[in-house]
């Protein structure tokens, strides 16, 4: 089978032979592969900043955003046939005895540090011909999504996000957490920080759920992130041509900030803006080399008279990758325009080692393993 692989030891990307995985077991699957995304941790590993090849092997497997198709399953597995369209789960269990979340399922909440991720930590990942994972890290994804079908693991980030924001919110007894998916939002106003692929799928996951949404991101407008932003009815405020206090005449003081581009600065600037009862979620890695000094007594004071709620998500559960399907499906129903250029190019396969390397430009490069371009 053909694979990009990272050697970090030798530091190199190629393409090389990979063994095709046996399916040993009968909960298992075996799938095709059609696509995969690269973000910028993929690109960190291709820095060789990250990324740890499994046990054994001097090579990573890279990819964790797919999309495949079923071509084998075994015995035990239901619900599941041949020419169904997957998206294959990233993390799994670190197997410790004391984990409780990942003992109860809930990997993405691991307390060790030692789960795997594949593609990234441990196991191989996704861009090769074919995967072979168990069922249960498999998630089904209708095939009118063949086009997009491959956002669902960034979708991820925002549907975990605006779970764990619904349960938090829960504490405001006029927030209807019942209410119809579409009208949770009404009436409640949203920052999102950055217009990369996790801001813009951030920005319409929370259109989609009602809220009157802004990016506030440094590219000047007009460019193509902000004529996206303005497609799907979300106002594109740049951070080069307005200030915080503009952005607050213009947008509001939000009632959620969806902190989307990784810097700690900035984030804790956008902070200060953040509503009354409002909640601020970071998605963001930032780099060590950022420091800021904070107004600490203030912070606490605005946070306490406010209400206010910080709160830091990564990685997802398996609810939220069949959410973020049920939300793709949404997305491509609405806008299948605009959801359809979050991705900028189809790339084949023997292109990934450069396209890994080079800086990225637009919002989302796939790989396909069809060599569509
Ligand atoms: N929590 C998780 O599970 C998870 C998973 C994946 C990724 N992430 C993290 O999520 C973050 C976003 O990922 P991405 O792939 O969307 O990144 P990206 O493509 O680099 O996008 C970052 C966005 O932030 C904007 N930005 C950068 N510096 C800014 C500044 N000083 N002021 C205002 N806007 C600024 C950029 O503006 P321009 O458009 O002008 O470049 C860009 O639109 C990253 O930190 C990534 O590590 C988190
Ligand atoms: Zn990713
Ligand atoms: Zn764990």
Known sequence: MRAVAVFPQRHSIEVIDHPAPPASSPTEVRANVLEVGVC???????????????????????????????VEVGD????????????????????????????????????TGDFIERGIKERHGFMTDQVVDDARFMVKVPGE????????????????????LWRAQDRLPWINA?????????????????????????????????????????????????????????R??????????????????PDVIYEAAGVADVAMDVLNVLGPNGVFVFTGVP?????KTLDASALVRQMVLGNQLIL?????????????????????????????????????????????????HGIKDVVSMNGTS
């Open 40 to 70: 910028g941790t993929d690109r960190e590993i291709a820095r060789f900043e990250y990324g740890i090849p499994p046990a054994g092997n001097d090579y990573l497997v890279i990819g964790h955003e797919s999309l495949a198709e079923v």
């Open 76 to 111: 035990a597995v239901d619900g599941m046939a041949p020419g169904d369209l997957v998206v294959t789960m990233v993390r799994r269990a670190c197997g410790r005895p004391d984990c409780r979340p990942c003992r109860a399922g809930r990997q993405d909440f691991c307390v």
């Open 145 to 164: 999504l063949r086009a997009v079908g491959v956002l669902t693991e960034p979708l991820t980030i925002a549907q975990k996000a605006l779970d764990e």
């Open 178 to 234: 019942d209410a119809d998916p579409g009208a949770r939002g009404r009436g409640h106003r949203a920052v999102v920080l950055g217009a990369g692929p996790v801001g813009l799928l951030g920005a319409m996951a929370l259109r989609e759920a009602g809220f009157e949404t802004t990016i506030y991101s440094r590219s000047p407008a007009p460019n193509a992130k902000a004529d996206l932003a303005g497609a799907i009815g979300v």
């Open 236 to 253: 594109y405020v740049s951070s080069s041509d307005h200030d915080l206090n503009e952005l607050v005449e213009i947008a509001g003081r």
């Open 287 to 291: 780099g060590p080399e950022q420091a």
């Open 312 to 360: 830091g998500t990564v990685n997802a559960g398996r609810g939220a990758y069949e959410s973020a399907v049920a939300t793709l499906g949404a997305f491509h129903r609405r806008w299948p325009v605009e959801v359809a250029a979050l991705i900028t190019k189809r790339h084949p396969l023997e292109e990934a080692p450069d396209l890994l390397t080079a800086p990225s």
